[in-house]
Each structure stands twice: as C-alpha cells, then as structure tokens.
C-alpha cells in the first residue's frame, strides 16, 4: 500500500501516526467450526465443499465429501439431516439443503466415474471387518487409505447390509449403493462371503489378523408380547424389507397394519402401498412426535396411509374375514436416554382395527452372545470405550452393534472414527485428541445484510399417484443451475470467503491483502472492530491484548 499523503498532519504521511498503542485488542483470523460441522454425524466440513460448489468446483467439493464419507450420493438421498436443524441460515429464512447438495455432488461423481487418487502404501497389519453395513465399509474405506490391508467379511451374497437389505429403491436406488460401494473396493479392500457368527470363528480371525473391526448391525427384531409370532399372518419386517428389496412378493392380505413410528415401520408400510395394500400404521408416540424422520411421515401420509398414533396393540382376535386388533389409548413419556420411555393407558379407550396381517417394526437388537460370554453388555448394545475398542484387546465394534444412534450417517461416522482408533492401536499409540473445543459461529457474528432473503431450494418430489406405481425414487435431484444458487445462500459459517470487506472498510489502513488471505499490520490497528462488524462469515474475532488492571 502507497503511504497516503495528509495535508494536516506536518509528517505529511500516515506512516508515522503509528496508532496501534490505542488498542486494547485486535483482529483474528480464524477458520471457526459452523454449526452444521458440529452436528454432521460424519464431521463433515460442510462450509468447505458448499463453498467450492459456489465456485463451481464440483470435483473439489467432492474430496472434501469422500475425506469423511465415502457415501456422498447414499447420504444425499437417506442422512437425517441434523446439519441443515442447526443451519445458521434458518434465522434469516430458511436452512441450506445441505442433503440436496450432498447428493449433487455425489451423483455428479457417479455420473462422471471419479475415482479417488491411487495409493500403493501396504502396510503390513491387517486388519478383519466383520460386516459389510455402512459402520463396516466405513471403517474398511479410511482403514485401507491408511495403507492398511483390509479383508471385509459379509455374511450375505451382496454388500451394503441395512442401505441394501433395508431401504426400499423410492429412497435409495440400488445402482447407487453399487457405485459407491464398488469405488471402496477399488482401493484394494478384499471381501469374502462368509459369517462369523461362532466364538470359535472369530477367535479363528484373532490368529490371522492384527486387529478385528464388528460392525454386524443390530439383527434380532424385537418382539411384541402380545403376538403369537408362529401365526402366519405376523410378519417380521427385516423378512418383509429383505423379501420386497429382492423384488419377491410376500403374502399379507389386503389390510395391512404396521406396528411402529420409526423409519424402518415407515419403509414396510410405504413399500406394502407400493404393492397395492391399505395399510394402517399404530405408534406408542403422539402424532409429530414420530422417531421416524418428518419428510417420511409426511410422504407416507401424501401416498394415503392412516396413522393411528399414541396407542398400543392389547389383543388379537381371528375372525373369519381376518384380524381384529383391539387398542388402546396411552400417554407417552420419552425416557432420558435413546429408546427408553414409559407408557400409561387411558381407561375407557379401548378401540378395534380390522387387518390381513401384522407387521410389528418397533426396532431391532444387537446380538453379540453368538460370540461367547466374554464380551460385556452396556445395555441392549455391546460395550466399548471411547475409542470403539471392546473389552477384548483388539477388537473393537460400532454401528448398531455398539450404539443406540440408528441412523446410517452415523454409523459411518463410527466407522470412520473406529478406523483412525484401529490405526493407532496397532502403531502402539493412544488415541489423544490435542484438539481444543471451539464453540461454533453464531448468528449474531454473521453480517446477514450481505445476504438478501432468498427462498430455499428444495428437491422436488414425484405426485403421489405417480410413486404408487413404482418403485422409483421419490425425491428428485436438483439441477446444476439450482444447485449453484443454493450454495450462494450458505453463509461459510467460520471460513474466510476472501471478499475484502475488512481491507476496504478499515478506516486506518490496517489490514494488508495477502496472496491468499489478510495480515493485520499492529502498528496502526486501533482495535475498533469495524472489520469484525462487516466481516460476512464471522471469520474474524476482536483478541484481547493486555489485561485489565484491577485494584
């Protein structure tokens, strides 16, 4: 910068009116989490990769994506979305479409075959993955980029465990779940088909290899106590999915009632409307208070399905046209933790349905007794540390088979999490974290005027009438042209856009533009803050020089 000539002042320049001794604190430069980081189950950075799609950066914005998760396009399509929840955006309008862009970019790499770069590091651990879900193929993708070798063990004839066997194709199209899977492989992770469901089996794996990942997936449905679950017209769910998503028919009747108020009780009875059945569906939960995501709620109830909410199943009765379900109203209490919650029935309102068949979907445990008795339970999931190892030396678990969370994000989450813990136990090093926690940016730092009002863009969906036909994806994509506008909505949370909003606005020439970035020069900085006020990411905090002289 030219030092700039003042008329009043007898130095004649600005050079020497060194007024940085006025301050009591200066500006910092900081890449701050954003709200939505914290929340990603992945630990996504989210404002990196929108950003790069504002710039048209697609590819960028990918291997930003594929550092956490190597599911992009499945997230896009099923993640529970608790990013776009804690979206700053949402105090001036509306929250980005966080899932939408995900999905852009993850279809767009499947569309164009990108690979990610090859590595011929072998170390030589190995390492077995028992279970190919999204917890076991995550923890196989991170592990194998770390140069370790990595044989996935996987009990049926297909990867992809839940994605595959439990999520009907109106949400997850198959050749989808394909592509990402098979980019995983590309990196050299070997699978063989076969189960390890005896102590015997994995004690086998201890021999052979350095460490042991299990990532089997809660697989034993709960039951209900008041079914007879030998009568034919009782149909476990896992059966029902697995049977529809293998594109086989499964006899049930016409009138259908579905048991639950979660994703899984959501799929049955959306896939039996598919099939051309009525279907009822009875939760314990109020109406709005479903475990269920609320677009599945909403699209199960465009496509014609009844709720009957807060009520329980009390009797079964065969009549000779089919099934009488006597019910009965119940008040709901949600426990402190995850799955547990008290119910009490209303005297005087009992009532009836009428059904063909009975599908209670009320959730799934974990079984890991098939291991031997040596394994310690933590309630209804097996027992680990913080760093996913069990009470076996080497082995260590997550997904449902270790965590209450059952959400598909998160448990590649905990396989990602899982992987970096493997790595360390086998380099003899504790898994310490030297990160501080940083409190995530707030609304009140972001400058919103720089951001016009602007509606959200949302997937479009296919008409109701239209979905009952097939079994075609229900939420459509969103194009390039409206993906481009949707990134320019996000507010980059923490992170440094580069817009010179602190250079041109500070009064006293303070700040000096770098090839990438800005330094504050502290022989004129006043400390007044301006360039904090104007700064449109709330990247930039006054820091407290000297402290305070108390008497």
């Not at 492989?185 to 015997?200: A, K, N, S, W, Y």
Request: one cysteine or more; proline letters at 5%.
């Amino acid at each position: 910068m030219e030092p700039q000539a003042s008329p009043l002042w007898t130095t004649r320049t600005t050079l020497d009116r060194k007024t940085g001794t006025w301050r009591d604190a200066i500006p910092d430069y900081r890449t701050l989490p954003s709200p939505c980081l914290g929340a990603c189950p992945v630990n996504g950075h989210i404002a990196d990769w929108i950003g790069h799609i504002r710039k048209q950066e697609y590819h960028a914005a990918w291997l930003v994506l594929m550092d956490n998760n190597p599911f992009p396009a499945i997230a896009g399509r099923i993640c529970h979305h608790p990013c776009e929840t804690a979206c700053n955006r949402q105090y001036l309008d509306e929250s980005i479409s966080i899932c939408a862009l995900e999905r852009f970019v993850g279809d767009m790499a499947l569309a164009k075959d990108w690979s990610l770069p090859s590595s011929d590091l072998v170390k030589k651990e190995k390492v077995a993955v028992v279970g190919a879900g999204p917890a076991g193929l995550s923890a196989a993708y991170q592990l194998r980029r770390r140069g370790l070798q990595v044989t996935l063990f996987e009990s049926q004839n297909q990867l992809g465990g839940l994605m595959r066997y439990g999520i009907p194709a109106y949400r997850l199209e198959k050749r989808v779940l394909d592509g990402e899977i098979q980019r995983i492989l590309d990196l050299g992770v070997i699978v063989e088909h076969r189960p390890i469901t005896t102590q015997q089996q994995l004690e086998q794996l201890q021999n052979s290899f350095d460490a042991i990942y299990l990532a089997t997936g809660a697989a034993r449905s709960k039951t209900l106590p008041v079914l007879d679950y030998a009568k034919p017209w009782v149909i476990d769910s896992v059966e029902f999915l697995a049977t529809t998503n293998a594109n086989k028919s499964h006899p049930t009747g016409q009138h259908l009632i579905v048991i639950g108020g979660g994703s899984a009780a959501m799929d049955v009875a959306r896939t039996a409307r598919r099939l051309g059945k009525s279907v009822t569906v009875l939760t314990l939960e109020p109406a709005g208070h479903l475990p269920a995501q609320h677009t599945e709620v909403e699209e199960a109830l465009e496509e014609g399905i009844r709720f009957v909410s807060g009520a329980m199943l009390q009797q079964v009765n065969e009549q000779t046209d089919g099934l009488e379900l006597t019910c009965i109203e119940v008040e709901f209490t949600a426990g402190y933790r995850k799955g547990e919650f008290t119910i009490k029935p209303k005297s005087g309102t009992a009532f009836t349905l009428k059904a063909n068949a009975i599908v209670p979907s009320i959730g799934q445990d974990a079984n890991y007794a098939i291991w031997g008795e040596s394994f310690k339970a933590q309630g209804p999931i097996l027992k680990t540390g913080s760093d996913w190892q069990t009470e076996k030396k080497g082995i260590f678990a997550g997904g449902d088979l270790a965590s209450m969370e059952r959400f598909v994000t998160h448990a590649v989450g905990m396989g990602k999490q899982a992987a970096a813990a493997i790595a360390h136990y086998l380099e003899g090093q504790s898994p310490t974290s030297d990160e501080k926690t940083v409190a995530a940016v707030s609304i009140d730092t972001i400058n919103t005027y720089y951001y016009p009002q602007q509606d959200r863009i949302d997937q479009q969906k296919l008409p109701s009438r239209q979905r009952l036909q097939n079994f075609d994806e229900v939420q459509q994509p969103l194009q390039e042209v409206q993906a481009d506008a949707e990134a320019i909505r996000c507010f980059s949370c923490g992170t440094c856009i580069y817009c010179d909003n602190c250079y041109a606005y500070c009064p006293d020439m303070a700040i000096t533009k770098l090839e990438k970035g800005y330094a504050i020069k502290s022989d004129y900085c006043k400390g007044c803050g301006l360039c904090v006020a104007e700064c449109p990411t709330g990247s930039i905090v006054m820091q407290k020089e000297y402290e305070e002289i108390t008497q």
